[in-house]
């Protein structure tokens, strides 16, 4: 992904919640630009997402001792939708702890979310077990699903959770910034 385009998630993320954070494992020095601390898995090798959340709640728990919930977002989204963490935080029940992830007209979202800080235990013994699809272990722990319309600009729609993965997503990420520019 570009860097202007981790940097627009970074910044956009960082507007949103305290302590934006960066999980990637490798060389750290790489995101030092971006002013955030980098967690790295705990787990060996690259174990996937599943294992990058798990590194983000327990850093919450190291780091923000208080803090109950870790929001979860991927850095290669240009379009994450600004109601994002309002919406999460309005699918709970402080008195009982759940875990509330994204979905759209394109399906599941699971690795944006909304975890429980209670939950770092249970999600460490799955990665030992192998568990490693992050939609299955939102799906075993009845995860509640608030979704998020298209964004429609001129007539193009994009969903709101729009990777950047290759050239041709990248053009279809400016054309459609472009039209909401018009």
């Not at 919406?87 to 979905?103: G, M, N, Q, S």
């Not at 429980?116 to 699903?145: C, I, M, N, Y």
Request: charged share 20%.
């Amino acid at each position: 992904m570009p860097a202007t385009a981790r940097w627009t998630a970074a910044a956009r993320s960082r507007h949103r919640a305290p302590g934006v954070i960066i999980n990637a494992n490798g060389d750290q020095a790489r995101f030092l630009p971006y002013g955030l601390p980098v967690a790295e898995d705990r787990f060996g090798g690259y174990v996937g997402p599943l294992a990058g959340i798990h590194s983000g709640l327990e850093w919450a728990r190291a780091n923000r001792p208080p803090c109950r919930y870790a929001i979860t977002t991927a850095s290669d989204t240009p379009f994450l939708p600004a109601e994002l963490v309002r919406r999460f935080r309005a699918a709970i029940d402080e008195d009982d702890p759940k875990l509330v992830v994204a979905r759209s007209n394109q399906g599941l979202h699971p690795t944006f979310g909304l975890w429980p800080v209670s939950l770092t235990q249970d999600l460490a013994s799955s990665l030992k077990a192998g568990d490693r699809k992050v939609s299955d272990w939102v799906r075993q722990h009845h995860a509640e699903e608030v979704m998020f319309p298209a964004l429609e600009a001129g007539n193009l729609k994009i969903d709101p959770f729009f990777n950047i993965n290759r050239p041709d997503h990248l053009a279809a990420a400016e054309a459609f910034l472009q039209a909401t520019t018009a």
